[in-house]
């Protein structure tokens, strides 16, 4: 397997015309002020799950990219441990948050999300973690580690909808924006 | 019309598999998802679905035909299939795989093999109607590209 396999670390720019799009927060404000969607990496081991969220996603304009595990996902990140170089920061990569599974073989979402927390360029992602099963001991598990939302599958357009909230805004620190979705 | 007789036929094929639990309000927002430049939404997961249904029953098989069944392993496979089945709105498949878990809590082979066959039934219920569902879609969309 190479590092670098395209088919299996996807990203596409989400549907991004008309009334929706570049409103509320998350957006990007670059010089010439074009407000570009917020990115989301989506990380699941089943293909089914990983091209649902990626629609879900994209039906409410955001950039997707999705990676197969959380070892892809880190590897997007450059968070890998033999990485020789982790230069790469947040803002090169500009991602504004993180959806994983919790369960996966190898690493769970669980130990993704503490890997991206321990890391210094990428901890200020917002993570959220979503699993079928609803395991008490699981979601707070994962909330006290510091993923920001524990979401249950299967996810509806609304919830997506409501990520906006909690996406990391790149733009000049903006004053709180009011969650409306 | 031939338009009109297909679309009555394909809202009552609908209706029988929401009655008889083949699908749930799930499948409506896999519906909902698709659109003029997404037109092939229901059919790609779809196709995803039962590509993957079928590489877990072929697994499952090899591991129930072992001397020593790994029953964690099959409850892995079950819990995928249970997973993909359940954000599809594959609603008899899903409840079939909740039950083979059950079973497998007593690690009994022979219940456990039971299980496992309603759990393809379940599927190969649901993959012919599913089947015949996307052979009209696409009649109608054929007939409504002619019309044009």
Redesign the interface.
Known sequence: MSPSSPSKISSNFGNNGGEGGGGGGGGIVDGSDQLEPPHVLAVDDSVIERKLIERLLKSSEYKVTTAENGLRALEYLGLLEDAKENTLTNNDLKVSLVITDYCMPGMTGYELLKKIKESSNFREIPVVVMSSEKNPSRVEKCLEEGALEFMFKPLQLSDVKRLRCHMMKFDEPCNERLCVG | MASAALNEQLASLMDSMYQEGLLDE?FQ??Q??QDE??PC?VM??VT??CD?AERIFTELDKLMSQPVVEFQQVD?YI??L???S???GAQNVKLACVQFRHSLEENDREGCLQALNMVKREYLHLRGKLETMLQLEQRIQDYDKQKK
Do not use: I, M, T, Y
Request: hydrophobic share 35%; proline share 0%.
């Open positions: 799930q927002q896999l909902s998802l430049s997404n939404f790609e997961v995803l679905f993957d892995a819990h995928q249970k997973g993909s359940s954000s599809v």
